[in-house]
């Protein structure tokens, strides 16, 4: 917390009194009293006491994270960290989540917030916080009718702490606020196990989650939809335009993008992560659009699929493209309960193997070019992870609980295969260089096998054609 840095060249000088004296008078009241519970409330209270069972004995501290600087004084966008909007449904910066343990057993629960600024001084209007200058927050009370949780002032988070009976074991999830983080002593070791959980935690979806992760696909979809309605705006632009066309989606139906757009025409589609969009779009490429809408909950979509600029494909193009959908079929049809989260890795990865085999640019048999990993000159990275409230969600999970652990009911993950043949790669024909292709899905794990949520986008090359048909523009 603190005062912002006056500027240098400010236009005003010292407040009169006077003025002072006129900003502090005749403001209404504005407190809410028709607010309730938000709809994930009680989820989120189930997550705080899946997580107070995990710890019994110790103080547990989330932070939401601080605003970073962009560049002088200007921030980017606030993001809070996942764990914490994760255990408490919140978005606000410059809080906590703490779990106090009680002697008897289990947590008490408080999230500290920054509460409404007074009128009784000129902070309200002057300080680093400034309601008129960064818009209304919730008061106290408002935030913690709408969370479901007790709520206290995170300017006296410290000396709450220091009052705190001693020798309390706390953990605390580092990196996200540096002040709190030098405000207890805490073992570096254990607080990277408890992040570790905080991520296992996510790993499976409540219904609340799985309804919010279908909002994020459903309005992703509307926006790919969007990018092939304006394909030729693209053409007398660059890939510029396809990124702002999908931007435009995000911010209408939800809070921003899950991560940064790759809108990939020609051979840009053999970047991985190209997100530099800065290209031409030229008929007789194809462009590989990955992109996510994230929900106003923070829940995003991770989606992709390439398209022939022109609308169709052409033999080669259309070669690789039903190579890569034979994969991910393949790697589809291995999620369901039970089966090892690598299942659909491998045989994705199969797939393409055999393929490159039988075309001749890698020397077979399959199992072992497999084996050895050759595939990889063309496939490059590993065909999915787990999604949510992060792009590559559960992250710091244990592998035992996620790489190496079995699919359950209610994960939610990505299967993305692709090959990708670079513009100087001399070890394929001329004609196959620069093509990059790449399908990617939403899938839920369900009791039965898998729901995958990104369906109302075609997948197959007839199908891909047929809609650009319809909907390009």
């Known amino acids: 917390m603190g005062k912002a840095k006056a500027r240098k060249n400010g236009l005003y000088g010292d407040i009169s009194p006077e003025l002072s004296a006129l900003m502090r008078t005749g403001w209404a009241d504005t407190e809410r009293q028709d607010l309730e519970p938000a709809e994930q409330a009680p989820y989120a209270a189930a997550r705080r006491a899946a997580l107070s069972a995990l710890f019994p004995g110790e103080r547990l501290i989330i932070p939401s994270g601080n605003l970073k600087t962009r560049s002088n004084d200007d921030t980017y966008p606030f993001r809070p960290y996942s764990g914490y909007v994760h255990m408490t449904g919140d978005q606000a910066r410059d809080c906590a989540l703490v779990l106090e343990p009680r002697a008897e057993g289990g947590h008490d629960a408080y999230c500290y917030q920054l509460p409404r600024d007074g009128r009784d001084d000129d902070e309200f209007w002057l300080g680093y916080h400034a309601e008129l200058w960064m818009g209304r927050r919730r008061s106290l009370a408002e935030a913690a009718t709408v969370l479901g949780v007790a709520t206290r002032d995170v ?59 279908r909002k994020a696909v459903d309005s992703t979809v509307r926006g790919f939809t969007d990018c092939v309605a304006e394909l030729s705006r693209a053409i007398a632009t660059s890939e510029r335009w396809i990124e702002g066309t999908f931007f435009r989606r995000a911010r209408l139906e939800g809070n921003a993008l899950g991560y940064g757009s790759i809108c990939a025409a020609g051979e840009h589609a053999t970047i991985m992560h190209w997100t530099t969009n800065d ?21 995003t979509a991770d989606v992709t699929r390439t398209l022939p600029i022109n609308g169709t494909f052409n033999e080669v193009q259309r070669k690789v493209y039903d190579a890569v959908y034979e994969a991910q079929e393949a790697g589809i049809a291995t999620v369901k309960p039970g089966a090892s989260y690598r299942d659909f890795h491998e045989a994705c990865q199969r797939s393409m193997t055999e393929k490159l085999v039988e075309w001749g640019f890698i020397e077979g048999p399959a199992d072992r070019a497999y084996e050895l990993g050759l595939q990889r000159r063309f496939t490059l990275a590993g065909t999915g992870h787990m999604l949510g409230l992060d792009v590559h969600d559960c992250a710091d999970a244990r592998n035992s609980e996620y790489v190496d652990g079995p699919l359950v009911p209610g994960m939610v993950l990505t299967v993305e295969p692709g090959l990708y043949f670079q513009a100087d790669d001399l070890t394929v024909p001329e004609e196959w260089r620069g093509i990059g292709v790449r399908i990617e899905d939403d899938l839920v794990v369900t009791e039965s096998g898998h729901e995958n949520l990104s369906a109302g986008l075609p997948r197959t090359a007839d199908e891909v054609e047929a809609w650009m048909a319809e909907f390009g523009g």
């Open 155 to 213: 300017r006296k988070i410290t000396e709450d702490l220091a009052a705190a009976p001693a020798g309390v074991p706390t953990r605390i999830v580092r990196g996200i606020d540096p002040a709190l983080e030098a405000a207890v002593t805490t073992d570096e070791e254990l607080d990277e196990e408890f992040e570790g959980t905080l991520s296992e935690l996510r790993l499976v979806k409540d219904a609340w989650e799985i309804g919010e992760m």
């Open 279 to 299: 290209g031409p779009v030229r008929p007789g490429e194809l462009l590989l659009l990955d992109a996510g809408v994230e929900t106003t909950s923070l829940y």
